[in-house]
């Protein structure tokens, strides 16, 4: 079975800082790998996917994802973060058409 | 609009007392699961169904019972709700062909068991 595993469960940044959220997954073989975003009080929303191709993903609201296959890691960065991105980020494989296996969540808080 | 609705959204309730939260897509998507949400813990699958009359166990299915009688909707029945079962929860659905694998999710029903 496959897992997910998000190195941080808060990142506090300052704003215009640029940010990375950290995730490793644990399958050896060929995998899809998403990046939810859950603002407050409201459900998840798809920043990204890495389907195959090119290792850099770019995604919604700036952001962008390096899958790295030897280091089994797709970690999240953003250049310059703003106050409207904070919420709660999710690391995803997946398992199958049937499901995803998430992480723990990194909580992002954007200070002024 | 291609969209998961979820109802309620908010629902708080007593020990043994059944409940239902439904789910419907109107995607025409072969896949749905529910998910629950629990701080620290991420997003953990309940059940899923890949079609019509066709459910599987997901990862913490104890308590928890699901039907598929029409593609469009997928109902999460708790017979005997328990506090342990606080929590976020969620509906997805995803196509089988094609296969990005993408899940579209529901805007979460937020229970509360007392």
């Known amino acids: 079975a496959q897992s997910v595993t998000q190195l941080d469960s808060q990142v506090p940044v300052f704003e215009e800082a640029p940010v990375e959220l950290r995730c490793n997954y644990s399958?050896?073989?060929?995998?899809?790998l998403f990046w939810y975003v859950q603002y407050p009080n409201q459900g998840l929303q798809l920043l990204l996917k890495?389907?195959?191709?090119?290792?850099l993903v770019k995604g919604i609201n700036g952001f962008e994802a390096e899958f790295n296959k030897s280091q089994t890691s797709f970690h999240l960065r953003k250049p310059s973060v703003h106050i409207s991105d904070t919420a709660e980020y999710f690391c995803?494989?997946?398992?199958?058409?049937?499901?995803?296996?998430f992480g723990q969540g990194t909580r992002l808080t954007i200070n002024p | 609009e291609a969209q998961v609705t979820q109802n309620p959204r908010y629902l708080i309730t007593v020990t043994g007392k059944k409940l239902t939260v439904t789910c419907s897509q109107n995607?025409?998507?072969?896949?749905m699961s529910w998910y629950r949400q629990d701080p620290g813990l991420g997003l953990r699958q309940i059940y899923y169904?890949?079609?019509?009359?066709?459910?599987d166990k997901g990862d913490v299915p104890e308590g928890y019972k699901v039907s598929r009688k029409e593609k469009r909707n997928f109902p999460l029945i708790l017979e005997s709700p328990s506090p342990n079962q606080t929590s976020l929860y969620f509906c997805?659905?995803?196509?089988?062909?094609?296969?990005?694998?993408?899940?579209?999710f529901g805007p979460g029903t937020r229970l509360t068991v007392t």
């Open positions: 997805a659905s995803s196509r089988s062909a094609g296969g990005t694998y993408e899940q579209y």
């Open positions: 399958s050896s073989v060929s995998v899809y």
């Open positions: 890495y389907l195959s191709g090119s290792t």
């Open positions: 995803a494989v997946s398992e199958g058409a049937q499901k995803l296996v």
């Open positions: 995607m025409n998507h072969e896949y």
């Open positions: 169904s890949m079609n019509v009359e066709v459910t």
